[in-house]
């Protein structure tokens, strides 16, 4: 997220709320989101859940792009993406660096038996193994009696 510091610098480059209809929701949080995705070169739907809904946060990327709010408020962020760039390269380094004694396994970090989804990711378990056994056929009433009676 945006420092307080950053964000004061930052809030100035934001178009104003004008007109009737509700509030939006909290710009500090879609500027961090946006700056979050700049820095680690990812699309919004894999950043993590404390930004919010991926399909808000496209639609009001989408509102800045039109207007060209988000040109000046990546430009105005420009040192805000590089020290998140910093930090986030530096934790996947020392997450990877198995000579650092802060290094932990996966499973220490994200947690026993729990694997992070990804979008567009092929599909697993139960869905994986009914679609294998449709496919291969094995399933079929004609292939069982054949392999219980031995049938060629």
């Given at each position: 997220m945006t420092t307080a510091r950053e964000w004061r610098k930052i809030a100035a480059h934001l178009p104003r709320h004008n007109g009737p209809?509700?509030?939006?929701?909290?710009?500090?949080?879609?500027?961090?989101?946006?700056f979050f995705a700049a820095a680690c070169n990812c699309s919004l739907e894999s950043l993590?859940?404390?930004?919010?809904?991926?399909?808000?946060?496209?639609t009001r990327?989408?509102?800045w792009e039109r207007d060209g709010t988000l040109a000046r408020?990546?430009?105005?962020?420009?040192?805000?993406?590089?020290?998140?760039?910093?930090?986030?390269?530096?934790?996947?380094?020392?997450?990877?660096?198995v000579?650092?004694?802060?290094?932990?396994?996966?499973s220490a970090f994200f947690g026993e038996d729990?694997?992070?989804?990804?979008?567009?990711v092929s599909p697993r378990g139960q869905y994986l193994t009914r679609q294998k056994q449709r496919d291969d056929g094995e399933n079929d009433p004609l292939a069982i009696l054949a392999r219980l009676?031995?049938?060629k």
């Open positions: 209809g509700k509030p939006r929701q909290d710009d500090r949080r879609f500027v961090s989101a946006f993590p859940a404390v930004f919010g809904n991926p399909r808000s946060l496209r990327r989408q509102r408020l990546l430009q105005a962020g420009a040192p805000v993406i590089a020290r998140m760039k910093h930090d986030y390269w530096g934790a996947i380094h020392d997450a990877s660096d000579s650092s004694p802060a290094w932990k396994p996966s729990l694997i992070p989804r990804l979008p567009g009676h031995g049938w």
